[in-house]
């Protein structure tokens, strides 16, 4: 079956970097497009990023320039590079096939504070 495991998450002080890993299995994983999404304390789950099949990112306004979503398909593995990391960055990080929703993991908790 499907599996998303995504790791990654710590606390970092605002301004620092944090590289999330989402690693898929149980389908076509080159096939689809992926999707970083996060939910933070008492918020719906929310959109961070996007990445077709071959590639071409996609990005929510509020993350722009500061994050940086890739693949490796031979890896089975989408990425999140989060840079100049703020306050309200903080939340746990998901993983999921962007336009057919798998069963979601268990997320990466993501705590920027100082």
């Known amino acids: 079956q499907v599996q998303l495991v995504e790791s990654g998450g710590g606390l970092v002080q605002p301004g620092g970097s944090l590289r999330l890993s989402c690693a898929a299995s149980?389908?076509?994983?080159?096939?689809?497009?992926m999707g970083w999404y996060r939910q933070a304390p008492g918020r719906e789950r929310e959109l961070v990023a996007f990445?077709?099949?071959?590639?071409?990112?996609n990005y929510v306004d509020s993350v722009k320039g500061r994050f940086t979503i890739s693949r490796d398909n031979a890896k089975n593995t989408v990425y999140l590079q989060m840079n100049s990391l703020k306050p309200e960055d903080t939340a746990v990080y998901y993983c999921?096939?962007?336009?057919?929703?798998?069963?979601w993991g268990q997320g990466t908790q993501v705590t920027v504070s100082s």
């Open positions: 990445i077709t099949s071959v590639g071409n990112p």
């Open positions: 999921n096939r962007h336009f057919s929703w798998a069963s």
């Open positions: 149980g389908f076509t994983f080159r096939s689809y497009v």
